[in-house]
């Protein structure tokens, strides 16, 4: 009968702790959020251009989960999935981030656009993308905007397309 009463104990103890162990945040994921890890395959820190001269930069899950953040909180109503609302024409998408004058491809030039938007082919101010100043947005905080819309272009299933299932 003590027999049956330690295991009952052993039993409970390992239900009660066993929930608690499997259900506890893992430190590698704890950091992103889901979309960035499944979507963006980011679970190591990822090298992204910072210029057009091809020096890279390292940004981690949790960079590019507070850029998505971000991205969500300030561009998301203009930009669902990488389009671009106010002119269909001109996407998120990487090729139309390239092909942007000047090209918008890697860190220091898409901040300089949030920072000042140009037209597309950077003849004029926009007003169809708001300022992003200093005092609104950080140094750090834009740059992982940035990071996280150049990683989704990169790697997002559909980031910037007409057609969601490319």
């Known amino acids: 009968m003590q027999r049956l009463g330690v295991f009952v104990c052993f039993l409970l103890g390992f239900l009660i702790i066993l929930p608690l162990v499997l259900l506890a945040p893992q430190p590698a994921l704890a950091a992103g959020d889901a979309y960035v890890t499944r979507y963006l395959k ?7 251009e910072l210029d057009a001269q091809g020096n890279t930069r390292l940004f981690s899950a949790e960079d590019l989960s507070s850029g998505k953040r971000l991205f ?6 203009c ?10 024409t ?10 942007a004058t000047p090209p918008r491809n890697n860190i220091n030039s898409l901040v300089a656009y949030l920072r000042e938007p140009m037209t ?5 101010e926009t007003f169809w993308c708001r300022q992003v100043p200093e005092s609104w947005m950080q140094q750090d905080e834009i ?21 969601f299932e490319s």
């Open 120 to 124: 597309y082919d950077g003849s004029e």
């Open 143 to 163: 740059e992982n905007l940035a990071a996280f819309v150049l990683r989704a272009a990169q790697k997002a299933p559909g980031w910037g397309v007409e057609n």
């Open 79 to 88: 930009h669902v999935g990488g389009t671009t609302l106010p002119d269909p």
């Open 42 to 48: 980011v679970t190591e820190p990822v090298p992204l």
């Open 72 to 77: 969500e909180q300030s561009c998301l109503n």
């Open 90 to 99: 001109v996407s998120l998408s990487l090729t139309a981030l390239e092909g």
